[in-house]
Nanobody, 116 residues
Framework: QVQLVESGGGLVQPGGSLRLSCAAS????????MGWYRQAPGKTRELVAG???????TNAGSVKGRFTISRDNAENTVYLQMNSLKPEDTAVYYC??????????WGQGTQVTVSS
């Protein structure tokens, strides 16, 4: 019954910006953790950034200083602001949530393509 829906992906030129959103819906008591992961063709899925219930964040070294994760607790939504995008950022970006009492859930993914 719980679903994660990502939005905001698309095509952007190098140096551009995008903001991804992930909204959790359904019967949710609380969210322990939400994060963004990405998977490029031929590569494994990797962590991009995550945010814990207490507000602590983590991110991959490859995106440090360029990407920022944030949340809107009232809407059970997490955002990923992506600036200074590079072609190597091209991937399908997935939202993940660890829900209290329910465990983990993955979103369907949203495509981000950085190209001229």
């Amino acid at each position: 019954q719980v679903q994660l829906v990502e939005s905001g992906g698309g095509l952007v030129q190098p140096g551009g910006s995008l903001r991804l959103s992930c909204a959790a819906s359904g019967t949710i008591f609380s969210i322990n953790y939400m994060g963004w992961y990405r998977q490029a063709p031929g590569k494994t899925r990797e962590l991009v950034a995550g945010i814990f219930s207490g507000g602590r964040t983590t991110n991959a070294g490859s995106v440090k200083g360029r990407f920022t994760i944030s949340r809107d607790n009232a809407e059970n939504t997490v955002y990923l602001q992506m600036n200074s995008l590079k072609p190597e950022d091209t991937a399908v970006y997935y939202c993940y949530a660890d829900l209290t009492g329910l465990g983990g859930r993955w979103g369907q993914g949203t495509q981000v393509t950085v190209s001229s």
